[in-house]
């Protein structure tokens, strides 16, 4: 490129949003797991959302841990809603904390949580793509700047510009939150659940298992991936995806 040319963005240029939650405390809990929601026009998805809520006038805050029989139906309802839409794509982290602790191989919660961010991100990018991502609010002190680090460490792992910007929200303020939290969450209770940690009969365990159907599985145990979704296992040591792989690999390890 000639000295003083400005390299320029199309207007075409493949763009996204994600959508950033996690569930469990990493700093106690067995199984904790990150999750993204992406999608290329998220407005769309959203309008999904809102119309279902205009539909049964409810206007409460989507929350698996809420997830009771009289709740199950329409959260089972949302989770349709969501994952038939064509243009959304999840992808997820669990992390066994007695097989592999994140925590101890990278000092602290709040950088644990950060370094799986980072592989999700990654890991989703498709190439050329850049992303801007909602995350929910996750509490760390004043010293630790989630969104700059996550930001300049994608940033760096692609060689370019695929995280535009990251901002956190109260989760309340955002559909794209809620529906991640639900997704993710139900994920993770399969794990619990294996482990004797919850009931798979209970409305939470009927959501969670509705939830993988919906997505195109019945399980997620050992890592599982289509086209569309994925869930992985952390794991110590190994090679982490490739940038603009497109989609997280089962398995997939701290990089």
Request: proline share 4%; net charge positive.
């Given at each position: 490129?000639?000295a003083?040319?400005?390299r320029?963005?199309?207007?075409?240029?493949?763009?996204?949003?994600?959508?950033l939650d996690?569930?469990?405390?990493i700093?106690?809990?067995q199984?904790?797991a990150?999750?993204l929601l992406?999608?290329?026009?998220p407005?769309?998805?959203l309008?999904?959302i809102?119309?279902?809520?205009?539909?049964?006038h409810?206007y409460?805050e989507?929350?698996?841990?809420?997830?009771?029989?009289?709740?199950l139906?329409l959260?089972?309802?949302?989770a349709?809603e969501c994952?038939?839409?064509g243009d959304?794509?999840?992808f997820c982290?669990?992390?066994?904390r007695?097989?592999?602790?994140?925590?101890?191989?990278f000092?602290?919660?709040?950088d644990?949580?950060?370094?799986?961010?980072?592989?999700?991100?990654?890991?989703?990018?498709?190439?050329?793509?850049?992303?801007s991502?909602?995350a929910?609010?996750y509490s760390?002190p004043?010293?630790?700047?989630?969104?700059?680090?996550?930001?300049?460490?994608?940033?760096?792992r692609?060689?370019g510009?695929?995280?535009?910007?990251?901002?956190?929200l109260?989760?309340?303020?955002?559909d794209?939150l809620?529906?991640?939290?639900?997704?993710?969450s139900?994920?993770?209770?399969?794990?619990r659940a294996?482990?004797?940690l919850?009931s798979?009969?209970?409305?939470?365990?009927?959501?969670?298992?509705?939830?993988?159907?919906?997505?195109?599985?019945?399980?997620?145990?050992?890592?599982?991936r289509n086209?569309?979704?994925?869930?992985?296992?952390?794991?110590?040591?190994?090679?982490?995806?490739?940038?603009?792989?497109?989609?997280?690999?089962?398995?997939?390890t701290?990089?």
């Amino acid at each position: 490129m000639p000295a003083g040319q400005k390299r320029l963005i199309r207007r075409d240029h493949p763009c996204c949003a994600g959508f950033l939650d996690e569930t469990g405390a990493i700093s106690r809990d067995q199984y904790f797991a990150v999750g993204l929601l992406k999608s290329t026009e998220p407005s769309r998805v959203l309008r999904r959302i809102q119309k279902l809520r205009d539909r049964k006038h409810w206007y409460k805050e989507i929350k698996f841990t809420d997830t009771t029989k009289g709740m199950l139906d329409l959260y089972k309802t949302v989770a349709d809603e969501c994952l038939s839409h064509g243009d959304v794509e999840f992808f997820c982290f669990v992390a066994d904390r007695h097989v592999a602790d994140p925590v101890a191989r990278f000092g602290s919660t709040w950088d644990a949580y950060s370094k799986l961010a980072e592989q999700l991100v990654v890991a989703s990018l498709h190439p050329q793509e850049i992303m801007s991502l909602m995350a929910d609010n996750y509490s760390t002190p004043d010293s630790i700047l989630f969104e700059e680090d996550l930001r300049l460490r994608v940033n760096k792992r692609v060689r370019g510009l695929g995280l535009v910007s990251v901002v956190r929200l109260d989760s309340k303020s955002s559909d794209g939150l809620q529906l991640v939290d639900l997704l993710t969450s139900a994920v993770a209770f399969e794990f619990r659940a294996s482990a004797g940690l919850a009931s798979p009969t209970s409305p939470k365990g009927q959501l969670a298992a509705h939830v993988r159907q919906a997505m195109g599985t019945t399980s997620c145990l050992g890592g599982w991936r289509n086209a569309s979704h994925s869930v992985a296992i952390y794991s110590h040591g190994g090679v982490g995806p490739s940038a603009g792989q497109g989609v997280a690999v089962p398995g997939m390890t701290s990089g």
